[in-house]
């Protein structure tokens, strides 16, 4: 099918393209996605974005590490903002390549803002969130008929440190999904029984997702958290709590060793990785 492509040349006004990379593996970003990511001018990436997908760029292509680990940030959301304005206003094709998808706890909407205040175009390319995709790849689904109708989705830092979580509602929720929640889990875990949730509701915490690392814990909700730090689970991580959770022992399809793993891509680089973008992503 030929593309139908609003991709527009150096020449031409410059644009920015919010694209969502995916959960962490390579060939799990959309087609759009990567089309964009093979034309552009300029790259900002984020830490958790593979490293494969950067071997996608144009050779001559500027490539800038802007990622954010645990207690240390690369370069601030507004040095990220007023770069993406810059490049744009320079007429340059600039993909923002984030891990997962722009909209969901990937900050992309205060990227679109800030480019939408500077008078400048823009586009959102949607990726699959790690929200969803990280507990497929354990075997859990989030939705399951008979047990959850509905999910919510929320941060670890900041359900723990705002004053407005509603804690109930957050108990009553046939699957909870934790983002970044590692480091708080036992706080989570606590308050979610105090507000009602049941202690041996089924939980799970999945690290790194989607990649050759990843690594599932399988608990309860009041044992996750002695769980996670008895394995040693690093970030980053997804954690599920609610019923659907027990059913990774009987779905769960995806190894580390790629035995039961999808194919690699047809079009997967045959060139040799840039060297330069190694350490970047340490």
């Known amino acids: 099918m030929r593309e139908i492509s609003t991709f527009k040349t150096k020449a031409s006004l410059g644009k920015a393209y919010l694209v969502g990379a ?53 370069a601030s959301q507004e040095e990220i903002n007023q770069q993406l304005v810059a490049y744009v206003r320079a007429g340059h094709q600039v993909v923002r390549l984030k891990g997962g998808d722009p909209f ?82 036992e706080q989570i875990a606590e308050r979610l029984i105090q507000a009602g949730r049941a202690a041996d509701t089924p939980s799970a915490a999945i690290s790194w997702g989607c990649t050759d690392q990843q690594q599932v814990v399988s608990a309860t909700l009041k044992t996750i958290a002695f769980a996670i730090e008895a394995t040693e689970l690093v970030s980053p991580a997804v954690i599920v709590i609610g019923d659907v959770a027990a059913l990774h022992e009987e779905l769960a399809w995806f190894w580390p060793n790629e035995q039961m793993a999808p194919p690699p891509m047809p079009t997967a680089p045959t060139y040799q990785p840039r060297a330069e973008l190694i350490p970047a992503l340490v």
């Open 22 to 74: 995916g959960p962490g593996r390579a060939d799990l970003i959309t087609v759009r996605g990567l089309r964009l990511l093979q034309r552009a001018d300029v790259i900002l990436y984020d830490r958790l974005v593979a490293t494969e997908l950067l071997l996608e760029a144009r050779a001559e292509a500027k490539l800038i590490y802007v990622g954010k680990g645990p207690g240390h940030h690369t």
């Open 104 to 185: 969901v706890f990937g900050r992309g909407g205060e990227e679109a803002l800030a480019l939408q205040a500077a008078g400048l175009p823009f586009e959102i390319v949607p990726g699959i969130s790690a929200a969803l995709a990280v507990p497929a790849y354990a075997g859990i689904p989030v939705t399951h008929r008979g047990i959850a109708t509905s999910f919510a989705v929320v941060t670890g830092h900041e359900c723990t440190s705002s004053s407005q979580t509603d804690w109930a509602a957050l108990a009553r929720m046939p699957t909870l999904i934790v983002m970044m929640g590692v480091e708080h889990i």
